[in-house]
């Protein structure tokens, strides 16, 4: 293979950096893309900010990686967050790192990343095919052959397979690549969505919309591990979302039960607040109860709880006997919901699941197919929020670029 052409299957972020940087070295890359543009789900990251990494160290970015920790090593110090910052910085995009090192574009476009990435897969000469959706692809003898839904074929010698994962199927990411990795005989970890909301089994429907600050959502699951996050929540028509439970959606994508525990005062043990709710009773005994804990907590999550607690909002604040009081302390500290299951991969920020990593070498090759390669969210590694995902789908194309180059270069020379 002198002249080493390669075949990359997806235009996301994942595909499109691992054709710039072949091409870069030199290698005849053609990009094949089913929608009309590349970069589709890119453009919605970050809320439409592009968090396109996590500022920090390999070893400590490391720690933010939920499945594929171990297999990420080499991939992520071959392309480090540093050198993501880089690549863009040097394609003209200002960055700006915010709170939890989280970076994006300064101009607070994600349209700034995608336009980088296209530029650039122009300037390198990439051949980007759109609007080309691959149907299937094999290896006959030495060459891969890949055909798209029009009938068309692409031969080359490698083949890296970029398609993504399976959520929020409207980019694009519709799972291709799993069923393109079972064709060349290679195992899938059931794909499960992840960083999604939790439904649970109670009606929470009153309380959609309500975000709280502060707050300890814990999962006990089945067999007795507990998982526990503070910080900022929202619930939904059907469950929780919000920073800690897209956080615990990630370790509980996977089981079957689970009872969640909402602390909505995590700062007060259970003593110093209900000596609060004492204090408060003791300056409004004629009060009715609803009004009195209103200080507490939002409107309609006050109600909520009473009613949960087995307490008459409209019930006077002095025939609260202590039992009661004790009760509505308890509810307050740990609010408890049945979780049901994680939301749709329509709503999931990510995938879990999908490649096996054990049929695949540190540098993302297929260990049976020789040539092929996987890249991006189809293999079963997954993050938690804060630009980890993107910097996996960069460090595992850069580590794809980087093998390929120097195969090519080891054949060119002979
Ligand atoms: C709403 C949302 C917000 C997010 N925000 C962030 C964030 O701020 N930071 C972060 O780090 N991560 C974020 N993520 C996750 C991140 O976007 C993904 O992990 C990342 O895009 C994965 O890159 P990828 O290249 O592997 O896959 P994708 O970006 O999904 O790209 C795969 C591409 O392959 C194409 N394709 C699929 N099948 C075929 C086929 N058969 N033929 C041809 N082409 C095909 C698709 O059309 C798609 O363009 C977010 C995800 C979502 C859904």
Known sequence: MENVKVTVIGGGAAGALCAVLLARSG??????????????????TGKGRCNLTADLPPREFLEGVVRGEKFLRSAVWTFTPEDTKKFFEDEGVALVTERGNRVFPASGKSSDVTRALDRALKESGVRVELCTEVKKAEKKGEKFLVTSSDGREFSSDILVVATGGKSYPSTGSTGDGYYLARSFGHSVVKPVPSLVQLLTHEDVSSLNGISLKNVTLSAEVKGGKTLSEFGELLFTKRGISGPVALTLS????????????????PALTHEKLDARVLRDFAERKNADLKNVTRALLPER??????????????????????????????TVKGLTFGFASVGPFEEAVVTSGGVELKELTPKCESRSVKGLYFAGEVIDCDAYTGGYNLQIAFSTAAACAADIAAKAQNAREG
Do not use: C, M, Q, W
């Open 27 to 44: 290698i005849a890359v053609t990009l094949l893309e089913k929608n009309e543009k590349t970069g589709k789900k890119l453009f919605i």
């Open 250 to 265: 990630a370790h509980l994508n996977r089981v079957g039960g689970a009872t969640l525990r909402l602390d909505l005062k």
């Open 301 to 330: 999550l006050n109600l909520y709880v009473l009613r949960r607690a087995g307490l008459s909002p409209e019930a006077k604040v002095n025939a609260v006997t202590r039992e009661e009081r004790e009760r509505l302390v308890r």
